[in-house]
Every structure is written in C-alpha cells, then in structure tokens.
C-alpha cells in the first residue's frame, strides 16, 4: 500500500479565495489570515510552486492584504467564478509544475475548498487540506466538508505537520526560516 506523503519536490500549495469580503462570515479571520500566509510563506523559503485563487473578486473583493503580501512574483492569482479552483488555468498551471501532491487551505470548506480537493483527487492526485487554514462561515458546515474530503483520499493535515514533513530534516537549508513560521503558528 502506497502511503501519500508531502514531499518537498512533489508538493505544491493552493490557496483558495481568502477574500476580503468574506473574512466577516468567519469564526477567527485572524487565525484562518495568520496560517494562510504562513503557508505562503512557507511555500517560499522551501521553493514550493503555489496558486492563489479569487472567486468573483469585483464582488468578493481582493485576496486580503495580510496574505497577498506573502504571493511570490512568481505565484498566479487566478480568478474564477467557478466554485472548484480547479479551472483550466489552475490545471494547466499545476501540470506546468510536475507536481502531483498539491497542499490546500482556504475558504469556504465546505464550497470551493471541498470541490477543489474533489477535482483534485477525481484528476487522481494526492491532496492534503490544512484543517488549521480552512475555514467557513457556517462553521457547521467544516466538520462534513473534512469528512467528505477525506472519504474522497485526501489526508488532513495541519500547518506544522506539513512544515516539518516537507523539511523532513533540520539539516534542510530552510530549516531556521520555517522553524520561526512554525513559532508564528503556535502563538496565531
């Protein structure tokens, strides 16, 4: 049996519409901000390719400014109206990077992050959600979104799990830099 492990040349990090105009609807914006930009953050110092995705932004406003400061010039922002973030430009741009383990947080679980993770594992890749950067605003809503998710093979992970399992090593070139996000993580 094949277990799905991150791994530093395989993984890439989407992020799903963390959007001004939502954060209102949100339980914790601040905590769902915090541990989306760290994520970026992250994806930098360990050259991970990323994708950030906006739904409908002249409705939903801008990825937040907390987080955009974190998106690499190299870092598509996609927009979309269709709920999956994976439209054709995002697929094209994920094949682009050879990558087939794609790390995922975001918002709304149980909308874009749900059929996101679902098209996702349909395209027969591995995917992990960061239960710690994924949120709703009908927080009810989470707990069956995750199930689903992972019924459909994706793994839950959190922030610090990823971090340290991409790493796999403290000998790793990026360890310092990560071992501060992964501070930041413990004190968001």
Request: proline share 7%.
């Amino acid at each position: 049996m094949t277990i799905p492990r991150l791994l530093i040349d395989d993984t890439l990090l989407l992020v799903v519409d963390v959007q001004g105009r939502l954060m209102p609807t949100l339980p914790d914006p601040d905590s769902l901000i915090a541990h989306s930009a760290i994520l970026l953050q992250a994806a930098s110092a360990l050259e991970l390719p990323a994708i950030v995705t906006e739904q409908y932004p002249k409705g939903l406003g801008a990825t937040v400014p907390e987080v955009a400061q974190h998106i690499g010039s190299d870092t598509p922002v996609i927009e979309k109206t269709r709920f999956s973030a994976i439209t054709p430009d995002v697929d094209a741009r994920i094949r682009e990077t050879d990558r087939d383990t794609i790390l995922v947080c975001g918002i709304e679980a149980h909308i874009c992050v749900l059929q996101s993770v679902l098209d996702l594992r349909a395209a027969g890749r591995d995917v992990f959600f960061c239960t710690d950067a994924i949120s709703a605003g009908q927080p009810s809503q989470i707990p069956h979104a995750f199930r689903r998710m992972e019924a459909a093979g994706a793994v839950p992970t959190g922030i610090l799990s990823a971090l340290y399992e991409l790493m796999a090593d403290k000998q790793h070139p990026a360890f310092a830099r990560c071992l501060g996000l992964a501070k930041a993580v413990r004190t968001s």
